[in-house]
């Protein structure tokens, strides 16, 4: 006889109602005692339950939720899985839980978690404590407006000194303690607070003097309730080390009350001593050179607000030692890592340039900085002008950062890939590296970047594209593309195609990255009829609008990629017509824009649309439109007349071109060539010219035209 089947624990569970398993997963929590990853499950399983509730709420305001089940036991339970002294994973499984719980919980949440917070801190006790401090951090960056209101609590913020100045210390309350800080310190008014309240005793825990510690003494203070580990009366160097992160970012984002506060110490002859922003920073470039991997963490977050300031990024980009152990750091980071995320943040501090302003933006800032001031003008820092970041570029990239920067590309979150984008960004600036970051897989990583990042990424995707721009104008498309590289050159074109028009959600009009991305199709056009044709489809009426721009050096740069498009059939049918009347009509509005661009002001732009019509005019449709236009005479001999010999030979072609043209047509060109006195300026043109290919074309030119 078959033994009977016995169900287990997972099977019981889907047996249950939706609140019956919660009632059974809480029980096992509050029970405890279980292995991590069946700790994990049990949360993952109440994550889930209460996702759905909320799901279910929205559909339908008659359910029933769950959550009225939870109540302050509960609550503590789910809140007890965030302690420090729990395991990372199970940490992390908790913060989960907790955030499903505020948000199918709404106003009771809110109303949970200053109860259960002020009801620890009430207690008095080490453990409560730890546990306060500990939910606080964890909870901060899920529900920020809930957890400020509650940290900036009147009399709160006052209590934390006293217990962090004890004689006898607990190091983990100490560090709970100041993990619920450094996550505050992220908001605005909560970072006003702890300016005003806990400045004083951080600055004490950083520059702790160990001459006069003592020996680890096991003892407790009379008023404190001590359960478990006895402390002692130093703090520990992981303390003065999140306590200086904390101060990093206090110093690095000055908080109106300390500019204040800067600002009527101003004159007096005793100001009290602070550590400034250069002091914390050499302790991080310190930690970092040390290289100790239970620091990394606090060395590099508070080096990523420490180089938000010009003294800090210089000291920083000069020592080869620090890149390049930061290299190491980043490449060793985790995808979607704190840690990655914090390195990836010094590199692009090092890198990033300052904004381009208009004259009238300046005008305003100036105006802005002198109010702010209280009547003294801001100079702008030389430290963050062009040459010092171009220099900071250089030693960046020499850390030999950009293949780490490759490498996390392929599995970084959307966050990482922005500020990836941008540090390639910062270093294309840089015209001598371009070449270098091709071959290191820029290119490649950019093109994967801007198709990855969904259109909501805008504004990365932007400058992905800018980026992408700057290195191929600077690279032989050959190489970046060439050999077994599985990315086609056609790849870059859509986009190169995106950033042609300037960016409608700029308060500005920006019109760099038009005449970059105009400049790098340019290049990727000089190579062959499929790039150029794929060029054509991908981007033509976005190429052709900027014909026309009120800026000369973008104009100049669509003529010449037009230039180079011409020599595609692709690009001869927009010229030349396709034979039915509206592909007709465009081709002579075209051609009409061409030759008014070649009698421009601007001799780059006349060169280039003499080159396009020199191309052009191997062909007899194009030749007859032409011919029909009013001035093309004296616009081309205009051209022959040029002082430079590169535009003499454009119009001497496009003469040559239309003159020898079999029947009719060249007939009737020539007739116009000669009403204009062409050939007199053709005979002048092959006396000025030194170039015997320029003297070749003219002369048969002026034999055809003397001959008939």
């Known amino acids: 006889m078959d033994e009977a089947h016995v169900a287990t624990p997972q ?19 509050m029970e405890g005692g279980q292995e991590d990853d069946e700790t994990c499950r049990a949360l993952d399983k109440l994550t889930k339950l209460l996702n759905d509730d909320t799901e279910a709420l929205k559909r339908d305001k008659t359910h029933e939720p ?19 002294r729990q395991a990372e994973i199970v940490r992390g499984h908790g913060t989960l839980t907790a955030s499903a719980f505020f948000n199918a919980a709404g106003e009771k949440g809110s109303g949970a978690l200053p109860h259960f917070f002020f009801e620890r801190i009430k207690r008095g006790t080490y453990d409560d404590y730890i546990l306060a401090f500990c939910v606080a951090a964890a909870v901060f960056p899920i529900v920020p407006g809930m957890t400020s209101d509650m940290f900036l609590t009147e009399g709160f913020l006052p209590s934390l000194g006293p217990l962090m100045r004890r004689k006898w210390k607990s190091r983990k309350v100490e560090t709970a303690c100041l993990e619920m800080l450094n996550a505050a310190s992220m908001n605005s008014q909560c970072r006003e607070a702890i300016v005003k309240y806990c400045t004083e005793w951080l600055e004490e825990i950083v520059d702790q003097d160990p001459a006069e510690l003592d020996t680890a003494v096991h003892h407790a203070d009379a008023g404190v309730d001590i359960q478990g580990s006895i402390a002692m009366k130093r703090h520990s160097e992981a303390v003065q080390n999140l306590a200086a992160v904390i101060l990093a970012k206090l110093r690095a984002v000055p908080s109106a009350q300390a500019s204040t506060a800067a600002a009527g110490l101003e004159g007096t002859r005793i100001q009290p001593a602070i550590t400034s922003i250069e002091d914390l920073s050499k302790k991080f470039t310190n930690m970092i050179l040390t290289n100790a991997e239970h620091e990394r963490q606090h060395s590099v977050e508070g080096l990523a607000y420490a180089t938000i300031q010009p003294t800090v990024k210089e000291e920083v980009a000069n020592d080869k030692q620090v890149l390049q152990n930061l290299v190491k750091i980043l490449a060793q980071s985790p995808p979607k890592s704190p840690l990655t995320y914090g390195t990836l943040s010094i590199f692009l501090n090092l890198t990033r340039y300052q904004p381009n302003q208009s004259e009238e933006e300046k005008r305003i800032n100036q105006l802005k900085a002198y109010t702010n001031a209280a009547g003294k003008l801001a100079a702008p820092n030389p430290l963050n002008d062009h040459s010092h970041v171009s220099t900071r570029c250089k030693a960046v990239f020499e850390s030999n950062v950009v293949p780490v920067l490759v490498t996390h590309s392929r599995n970084g979150s959307a966050a990482s890939l922005s500020i990836i984008i941008s540090i390639i960004h910062a270093l294309a600036v840089t015209t001598s590296i371009r070449g270098p970051l091709a071959q290191q897989g820029a290119v490649i990583l950019l093109i994967a970047a801007w198709t990855a990042l969904p259109e909501a990424e805008a504004p990365a995707k932007r400058t992905a594209a800018q980026a992408l721009a700057r290195i191929l104008i600077s690279t032989n498309p050959s190489l970046v593309f060439g050999g077994t590289r599985a990315c086609p050159q056609t790849s870059a074109i859509r986009p190169l195609a995106s950033i042609i028009p300037p960016d409608p959600a700029a308060e500005t009009r920006d019109l760099l990255p038009s005449f970059e991305t105009l400049m790098a199709l340019t290049n990727l056009a000089s190579t062959d009829d499929d790039t150029r044709s794929a060029i054509i489809r991908a981007a033509w009426p976005q190429i052709e609008d900027q014909l026309l721009s009120s800026n000369n050096l973008v104009s100049k740069a669509a003529v010449e990629l037009i230039c180079n498009l011409v020599q595609s059939p692709s690009g001869i049918e927009l010229y030349a017509g396709s034979g039915d009347a509206a592909s007709d009509g465009a081709a002579r509005n075209r051609l009409n824009i061409l030759l008014a661009l070649a009698d421009a002001e601007d001799e780059g732009t006349r060169s280039a649309a003499g080159g396009a019509l020199a191309s052009l005019t191997s062909y007899e449709p194009v030749i007859k439109s032409i011919l029909s236009r009013e001035r093309w005479v004296q616009v081309v001999l205009g051209l022959c007349s040029e002082d430079n010999e590169d535009l003499r030979h454009r119009g001497v072609f496009v003469v ?22 062409g050939i007199e300026i053709l005979k002048e043109c092959a006396k000025k010219t030194r170039r015997p290919e320029v003297v070749e074309v003219a002369v048969t030119a002026l034999k055809i035209l003397l001959e008939s």
């Open 11 to 29: 099977e019981e569970l889907v047996k249950l109602s939706r609140v019956e398993q919660a009632q059974l997963i809480l029980a096992r929590l």
């Open 656 to 677: 040559y071109n239309v003159v020898a043209c079999d029947g009719e047509t060249g007939k009737k060109a020539i007739e116009m060539v000669k009403a204009e006195n």
């Open 66 to 84: 769950i959550v009225d089940i939870i109540d302050d036991v509960c609550v503590d339970t789910i809140f007890g899985y965030l302690d420090m």
